[in-house]
């Protein structure tokens, strides 16, 4: 089956330090991986995908194959970064994208 | 606004009622998702279509239901209401079949069963 975990639900840090979001998948597959993003009172989505192997607002994610880990990382964390975060995950040519719990980071000033 | 849009935005009801949530997708889109995110679980996917079809399914009870229909908005319907039914319903869309893997996802529709 298709599982992603994001083993903390919780995360706070001070603002400039590092910031990394765990995320683990089961292996199945070829899976793509992505990480989707919800601040307050705004929609939940797509921040990056390990894909495009890029960086946004200063975010990346390596996929780690030998670990199964697409974790989020960010070298200094800025305030406007606190929100929810979501790995996500996909089979190559399935049509479902499956959801970690999510992760809620709070960048404290 | 041309984002997906979920009407309603809250819905209190009854234990053993039904209720109707309707999506409609970005202008463009063809893919329609449902998800349900409860207090302690993430988002689980409970269905998609395109273009009118189901193309997956996910963890969705009998007692739900779903279609999208030719102007390519969806409908959610949810019956015999069940306390652990409420929960938060998003819909998301996306151009194709999730080519890019990339979800346009609405606001979501709040359920509280009483």
């Known amino acids: 089956a298709q599982r992603v975990t994001q083993p903390e639900k919780l995360l706070s840090v001070f603002k400039g330090a590092p910031v990394e979001l765990k995320c683990n998948y089961s292996y199945s597959g070829s899976p793509e991986l992505f990480w989707y993003v919800q601040y307050s009172r705004q929609r939940l989505q797509l921040l990056l995908r390990?894909?495009s192997r890029e960086s946004i607002k200063g975010f990346t994610a390596d996929l780690n194959k030998g670990e199964t880990s697409f974790h989020l990382k960010k070298p200094f964390a800025q305030e406007e970064d606190s929100a929810m975060y979501y790995c996500?995950?996909?089979?190559?040519?399935?049509?479902?994208?499956?959801f970690g719990q999510g992760t809620r980071l709070t960048i404290n000033p | 606004d041309s984002g997906v849009t979920q009407t309603p935005k809250h819905l209190i009801t009854a234990t053993g009622q039904r209720v109707t949530l309707r999506c409609s997708p970005r202008?463009?889109?063809?893919?329609v998702y449902w998800y349900q995110q409860s207090l302690d679980q993430g988002l689980q996917f409970l269905i998609q279509?395109?273009?009118?079809?189901?193309?997956a399914k996910g963890n969705i009870l009998e007692r739900f239901s779903a279609q999208q229909f030719p102007d390519l908005h969806s409908e959610l319907n949810l019956s015999s209401l069940e306390l652990g039914d409420s929960a938060l319903y998003f819909c998301?869309?996306?151009?194709?079949?999730?080519?890019?893997?990339?979800?346009?996802f609405g606001e979501g529709s709040r359920l509280t069963v009483l």
């Open positions: 996500a995950r996909r089979n190559q040519g399935a049509q479902k994208l499956v």
């Open positions: 202008s463009g889109d063809l893919s």
């Open positions: 279509y395109y273009n009118g079809e189901e193309r």
């Open positions: 998301a869309s996306s151009v194709g079949t999730l080519g890019t893997g990339e979800l346009f």
């Open positions: 390990h894909i």
